[in-house]
Each structure stands twice: as C-alpha cells, then as structure tokens.
C-alpha cells in the first residue's frame, strides 16, 4: 500500500516538476535569500529570460502557416475566446472579488498571454483532439499575441501598476520578441537544430523559470513571509471560476457555433482554454517583479486550479472513448 502511495506521489511530481520546482524556489526565497549584494550587482533574469524564448523560438514550427487561410473562422473564434473574452472576464471577476493591485495584476497577466506551447499541446493530444487543429490554432494565436499581450496589459492593468506600459512594451520586445525570432533564425540556418536539442528543449527553460523565481522572490523575502493562507484561499476562487467559465465557453464555441467534430473540438477546447505558467512567471519577472512581487502568486494558484480541472477532463474524455469503444465492439460481436 505504501508503496503504491510512493509511487502515485512519485508519478504526479515527475508530471508537475516545474510547477514543484517553483514551490521550491519560493520556499528558498524566503527561508535563504540571495543576499541583496548579489542582486544590486548581477541581473540574471535578463539573459535567462531572452534563453526561455530563444527556445521556444526554435521549437516552434510554422509549417502550417500556409493553410491559415483555410482556417480563418476556426483562429478568428479561438481568439475571441483566448485574447479577448479571457482577459475581459478575468478582469471582471478581478472587480468582483476585489483583487488587490498585485493579484490584479498577476491575474490579468496570466489572462492576457495566448496558448501556452507545451501544456496545451500535450492536454489536446492526451484527449484525442486532431493535431492539425491544434497547431494551426497554437501558432495563430501566438502570432496574434504579438500585438494582444501589450494592447491587454495597458487596457486592463494600465495606471493600475507602478510600471508604464511603455516599459512593459519595451521589455516584451527585448526579452520575448527578439529572443523568439533569433529561436526561428536558428531554426531556418540549422534545421537539424530543433531535432538535436530536443532532449534538453523542456528542461532549460524549466530550470531558468526556477532560477527566475527564485531571484525575483528573494528581494521580497520579508514580504512573502507576511502573506496569510487567506490571502491565497481569496485568489483561488476567482481563480477556478475564470479557467471552468472559459472551459465552458471554449466547448460551446467549438461545438455550437463551429460546429466541430469530437477531435478538433477537443484540440478548440484546450488550445484556447490552457494558459501558460512558465510565460507568464517569465514575463512577470521582467515587468512587475520589482514593484509588484505578489503578482506571481494568481499565475501559481491558477496554474494548479487548470492542471487539476483540466487533468480530470482529459480522464472523463477518455473513459467516454474506451466505454463507447466498448459499446462499439459488443454490438459487433452480436
């Protein structure tokens, strides 16, 4: 019995490393700081940032470019909901409960960001959904994130935060924009590239959010020690309800008004409903970390409330499939 229990615990932290690592980090932060000689003389969060998105660069394939045409209804509604009803209802439910200034922030930031890359791929796949759906929806939304993630930021934090959007604007081009076409650059002169380096793609920019983190946490040190469990119980509710609302609305769209089959539905329904944690602590840690270093707990408790729901969805999707395969199979067997 033991065993088994060592065993499933094992199995849900290897799944959920980075989110372990981050928790980690924070604990780190508050318990043994970098010393703030350190952090006045070097800034690593600018290199390790721009590393993030040179990856994500190179390993992001626009092969399906060339039929985003064919596909204008389907990328037009998934970003309806992904860059424009999820940060319009995050902001609502933010006036709602009554977010102070940091968990605004942190929540509309999180909001405001496209598909995430890897999390939303691996949950459509994992349920079945159509693979070419997904990626054409990934690198559209992605694409349309250029122009949504500043034009978001300034319309739903603006005067809100101590940092302009200017700032913001500048630092999204330098750390994230730049990085990620140098990424495609290096894609284009060494296509083998992406191939050779796909056994660390995942595990780089997973380490460099933890080091993120836990830099970023440790100027703060004093103020996460006086952060109360009520605190965090009064983020998650908003939390819950932005990521089960837009679930729901991501399916209707995708069935209702779309009118998909199950596969490219299932592929609808998590590209535009996943948010990225990894982007978001990445992004927070070069705009708000200094001025606004409660901002990262709305992604963390987020991130959790989305891998839960998410992860018993998948599982309900599945189950379905195998009792209806059943089904299938014992009508043939008559």
């Known amino acids: 019995m033991t065993y088994r229990i060592l065993a499933a615990l094992g199995h849900l932290v290897s ?28 800034d690593v969060n600018a290199p390790l940032v721009a590393l993030i998105f040179i990856i994500q660069g190179l390993h992001m394939s626009f092969e399906g470019c060339g039929r ?16 424009v009803c999820y940060p319009l209802l995050a902001a609502g439910l933010s006036a709602l409960f009554d977010l102070d200034t940091d968990f ?22 994992s349920a079945g959904g159509d693979p070419l759906t997904a990626v054409i929806l990934l690198v559209s939304l992605n694409l349309l994130g250029l122009v949504t993630i500043p034009a978001n930021i300034a319309l739903w934090v603006g005067g809100e935060a101590q940092v302009g959007e200017m700032a913001v604007l500048a630092n ?10 140098v990424g495609q650059g290096l894609r284009r002169a060494f296509p083998t590239l992406p191939e050779r380096t796909a056994a660390f793609a995942h595990r780089v920019p997973m380490v460099c959010i933890i080091i993120l983190v836990y830099t970023s ?9 006086s952060l109360r469990l009520a605190d965090l119980a009064h ?32 592929s609808f329904l998590f590209i535009t409903a996943e948010k990225p944690m990894s982007l978001s602590v990445a992004l927070w840690s070069m705009t708000y970390a200094a001025h606004h270093p409660l901002a990262i707990f709305p992604i963390l408790v987020f991130y959790v409330c989305q891998v839960v729901f998410d992860s018993v969805l998948v599982s309900g999707m599945i189950r379905r499939d195998l009792r209806e395969q059943d089904d299938t199979e014992s009508a043939r067997g008559r």
């Not at 980690?24 to 043994?32: E, T």
């Not at 985003?68 to 860059?83: K, P």
């Not at 946490?217 to 020690?225: G, N, T, Y």
């Open 172 to 181: 999204l081009l330098f750390y994230l924009f730049i990085p990620a076409a």
């Open 217 to 225: 946490c440790s100027s703060e040190s004093a103020l996460f020690h």
């Open 15 to 42: 799944r959920n490393l980075l989110l372990v690592g981050i928790l980690g980090a924070i604990w780190l932060s508050m318990h043994h700081p970098v010393p703030e000689t350190v952090l006045s003389r070097f």
């Open 68 to 83: 985003l045409r064919d596909y204008a209804t389907l990328i037009g509604a998934g970003a309806v909901v992904s860059v």
């Open 104 to 125: 605004h922030i942190g929540f509309i930031l999180l909001a405001s960001l496209p598909t995430s890359l890897e999390a939303a791929m691996a949950m459509a796949a």
């Open 235 to 266: 983020i998650a509710l908003p939390c819950v309800l932005l990521h089960v609302i837009m679930v729901g609305a991501a399916h209707l769209v995708g069935r209702k008004w779309l009118r998909l089959e199950r596969a490219p539905a299932r």
